[in-house]
């Protein structure tokens, strides 16, 4: 089996991006982790990689005029590793309309939220505040347009009474994980 090289994208602390670095490790596993990039220099996601000897690159988006100029630097970057896939996981920059379009359904991302709902930031406070008896994660194709193309897989939970926006994201990252792996299992043997 030939594994697809794919790169992650991280801001933080990379949880998501772990457990999809270890699936990885699998020999089953139908990617190869051939970077890992964050837009935060001191993120600890980075150093988590490199424990993995995955080659990780810290890439300051201050400097930068623009997005633009910061986007065809990580573009040649990611062209630099060989992916031919791109894993948002925590990574909290907005790519440029000419960024996705040089990676076209090959970036996906996941979101703490049954999208189409609650795209953006405060997810699990949102779906408290909207009373919503289900929340939970999606992975998604990553468009021009924020958290908005389509959805690869869903996993929901059961928001309880006593939730709160703490539980909810404790409750919501340990199903991220298992579905980021799923889902990025299912793009790759889909090409
Ligand atoms: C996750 O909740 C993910 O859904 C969101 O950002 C968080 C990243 O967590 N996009 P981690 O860095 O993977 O631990």
């Not at 596993?29 to 080659?55: T, W």
């Not at 890439?59 to 623009?66: I, N, Q, S, V, W």
């Not at 008896?133 to 939970?157: E, M, N, P, W």
């Not at 990252?173 to 990025?184: C, F, M, R, S, T």
Request: aromatic share 6%.
């Amino acid at each position: 089996m030939r594994k697809v090289p794919t790169a992650i994208l991280i801001s933080g602390r990379g949880s998501n991006m772990l457990a999809l670095a270890k699936a990885a490790q699998s020999p089953d596993y139908p990617c190869q982790i051939v970077m890992v990039a964050s837009n935060v220099p001191e993120a600890e996601g980075l150093q988590r990689a490199a424990d993995l000897g995955i080659p990780v690159q810290a890439l300051d988006h201050t400097p930068f005029e623009d997005r633009e100029a910061f986007d065809q630097i990580l573009h040649h970057k990611l062209q630099e590793s060989g992916a031919e896939l791109i894993c948002c996981a925590g990574f909290m920059r907005i790519l440029t309309p000419w960024f996705v379009d040089q990676w076209k359904n090959k970036i996906i991302n996941i979101h703490p939220s049954l999208l189409p709902k609650y795209k953006g930031l405060n997810t699990h406070q949102r779906a408290l505040d909207a009373g919503d008896r289900f929340h939970g994660c999606s992975v998604h194709f990553v468009t021009a347009d924020l958290d908005s193309g389509d959805v690869i897989l869903q996993k929901k939970i059961k928001v309880t009474p006593r939730d709160t926006a703490e539980t909810l994201a404790q409750k919501v990252l340990k199903i991220e994980h298992p579905l980021y792996v799923e889902a990025l299992r299912k793009v790759a043997e889909s090409r």
